[in-house]
């Protein structure tokens, strides 16, 4: 089965073009809108962007492979970062990795057997001033305790 964006998403798509001044600064909506329609970014797709984008796959490539939010295989209906990074790492975000890590019962890029969860240890992701923290989705959980996470966790089951 190939791969092809609904219309809905060419527009948004079309959009996205309109803002810049060349199609390959819009790669990187283009991956968003990519990765919203799939779920994840397979080489298929990818290949589709770059037709849409009429840009070289190895463009499409480097972004997904450079930025964390994207994704290559299929993540948890919730998909929770970490990050460990040096801010993070000196508030504790080795105690809340542990923790996350003990009460999902995966390992860094795992997925639990129902789809429900996947973890993973992140870089920075911008919020050093607010560390130790972690993503959920596209939700950002900042001054966290170990507490705090079991609590953030038990509200997604």
């Known amino acids: ?40 970014l397979s080489n298929e797709v990818m290949e589709e962007i770059a037709n849409v984008l009429g840009i070289d796959k190895v ?18 209906k919730y998909h929770i970062q970490v990050c460990t990074n040096v801010s ?9 990795w542990d923790k996350v ?12 057997p129902d789809g ?12 050093c001033g607010y560390a130790p923290m972690i993503a959920v989705n596209e939700d950002y959980y900042e001054n966290l305790t170990k507490e705090k996470v079991e609590e953030i966790l038990e509200s997604l089951k």
Not at 119 to 127: I, P, Q, T, Y
């Open 1 to 40: 089965m190939s791969f092809k964006f609904t219309e809905e998403n060419l527009t948004l798509i079309d959009k996205a073009r309109k803002k810049y001044p060349t199609a390959l600064a819009a790669v990187m909506d283009t991956v968003y809108i990519a990765q919203e329609q799939n779920g994840y």
């Open 59 to 76: 463009n499409v490539l480097s972004v997904v492979t450079f930025y964390t939010m994207y994704h290559t295989k299929r993540m948890g």
């Open 101 to 112: 890590k003990e009460k999902l019962g995966l390992e860094n890029m795992e997925v639990s």
């Open 116 to 127: 429900k969860f996947s973890l993973e240890e992140v870089e920075c992701m911008g919020a």
């Open 88 to 96: 993070c790492m000196l508030r504790g975000a080795y105690e809340i």
